[in-house]
């Protein structure tokens, strides 16, 4: 699977970028740098303790992994519409915008956690089987895949 074809491969091209599957128990990251990285790759989870407990956290590794851009992953109901998750996760990112000064998309993740559990499935990595020791990072790379996808993004 190439991803150098996507209008958004060669938009951030040489970019570090650092996807957020936020969540109050953990939050899955993800990493990819086009050019550089093959695909996006799971990176980790972060144990939720609260809102200034993951920044911190984020700010280590964003220094750490020198990230320029950063996706969160947006929930919506698989009609679209918006739940009080949805509101949740855009205060958390206005949130981000404040502390990390970085510029920062909204990506709908819909389905990520139900496409990350059927790769989980399908895959000699996991040993066929859902492992929920990765899955928010799995998710997180599948955010991340989607954003790459999408249409040119406009900040």
């Given at each position: 699977?190439?991803?150098?074809?996507?209008?958004?491969?060669?938009?951030?091209?040489?970019?570090?970028?650092?996807?957020?599957?936020?969540?109050?128990?953990?939050?899955?990251?993800?990493?990819?740098?086009?050019?550089?990285?093959?695909?996006?790759?799971?990176?980790?989870?972060i144990k939720f303790e609260s809102?200034?407990?993951?920044?911190?956290?984020?700010?280590?590794?964003?220094?750490?992994?020198?990230?320029?851009?950063?996706?969160?992953?947006?929930?919506?109901?698989?009609?679209?519409?918006?739940?009080?998750?949805?509101?949740?996760?855009?205060?958390?990112?206005?949130?981000?915008?404040?502390?990390?000064?970085?510029?920062?998309?909204?990506?709908?993740?819909?389905?990520?956690?139900?496409?990350?559990?059927?790769?989980?499935?399908?895959?000699?990595?996991?040993?066929?089987?859902?492992?929920?020791?990765?899955?928010?990072?799995?998710?997180?790379?599948?955010?991340?895949?989607?954003?790459?996808?999408?249409?040119?993004?406009?900040?």
């Amino acid at each position: 699977m190439s991803f150098n074809n996507y209008p958004n491969y060669q938009k951030f091209l040489g970019e570090t970028i650092l996807a957020l599957d936020y969540g109050t128990k953990f939050t899955g990251l993800a990493l990819y740098s086009p050019g550089r990285d093959p695909f996006p790759l799971p990176h980790s989870k972060i144990k939720f303790e609260s809102n200034e407990q993951l920044l911190k956290a984020l700010k280590k590794i964003i220094d750490e992994e020198m990230v320029t851009i950063i996706v969160l992953g947006l929930p919506r109901f698989t009609d679209g519409k918006e739940s009080t998750w949805t509101k949740t996760v855009q205060n958390f990112s206005q949130t981000l915008k404040i502390n990390l000064g970085l510029p920062l998309f909204l990506q709908d993740e819909t389905l990520s956690t139900f496409e990350a559990e059927e790769r989980m499935k399908s895959s000699p990595r996991y040993n066929f089987k859902v492992d929920y020791n990765q899955i928010d990072a799995l998710s997180a790379a599948i955010i991340l895949e989607d954003f790459i996808r999408s249409p040119i993004i406009e900040e």
